[in-house]
């Protein structure tokens, strides 16, 4: 089945910085992948996800960046804000349909 | 809409005791899952539902039981807790399982095992 890596596991930036969190797949049928963002004891809440026929897309302050051959796609978090201290986890839906999550990243926001 | 509703939010059991945690939603959506959620792991595939009547195993299903008997349903079962199945546990529901259909995520069960 599909592995998802995330690299760093902790970032920490300081605020109006920009922030990138970079993940690397395994199996090469995967074709949908979204970013989650979870703050301290909520839900997983979807902020971007990209398709394998696009190889960039963006929403506001953030983008995600999407690399078929090398098997990686990174989030790409603009102008940081204290509210974007969170978890952010990365996923990757494989030949098997079902979504493979990567371990999580949490970002702190330095005020 | 109340989207994915999980109950209870919280509950500790003794070990060897058996519950039922109840996923509800009300997006008409065909696909259901559960995960399980532990510190440094992730989001883990306990077991999962292509439709009403459907279930499969994910990549942890052991000593976890589910059923999809209703559409907006999907419950989760432990039939003998133990330790090891303390947790966070999350439902999500998506349309279908292909390519760009997001899941979406209830607030979670967070369950201690004694």
């Known amino acids: 089945g599909e592995n998802v890596e995330q690299h760093p596991s902790t970032l920490s930036v300081q605020e109006g910085d920009s922030a990138v969190i970079k993940c690397t797949y395994s199996d090469s049928a995967s074709n949908y992948f979204p970013w989650y963002k979870q703050e301290l004891g909520k839900r997983p809440q979807l902020i971007i996800d990209i398709r394998s026929n696009v190889g960039e897309k963006k929403d506001q302050r953030i983008a995600v960046t999407l690399n078929k051959t090398a098997k990686h796609f990174s989030l790409h978090i603009t102008e940081t804000q204290p509210e974007d201290s969170a978890v952010y986890f990365c996923a990757a839906r494989g030949g098997n349909n079902r979504l493979a999550f990567g371990k999580g990243n949490q970002v702190v926001v330095i005020p | 809409n109340a989207g994915v509703t999980q109950t209870p939010k919280f509950r500790v059991l003794k070990t060897g005791q058996s519950m039922t945690l109840l996923c509800a939603q009300d997006?008409?959506?065909?696909?259901m899952y559960w995960y399980r959620q532990d510190p440094g792991m992730g989001l883990r595939l306990i077991h999962y539902s292509v439709g009403e009547g459907t279930t499969a195993k994910g990549e942890v299903p052991d000593g976890y039981n589910v059923s999809r008997l209703k559409k907006q349903n999907f419950l989760l079962g432990l039939e003998s807790a133990a330790p090891s199945q303390t947790s966070v546990y999350f439902c999500?529901?998506?349309?279908?399982?292909?390519?760009?259909?997001?899941?979406?995520f209830g607030d979670g069960t967070r369950l201690s095992i004694l």
């Open positions: 997006m008409n959506h065909e696909y």
């Open positions: 999500a529901s998506s349309y279908y399982g292909n390519s760009n259909q997001p899941q979406h």
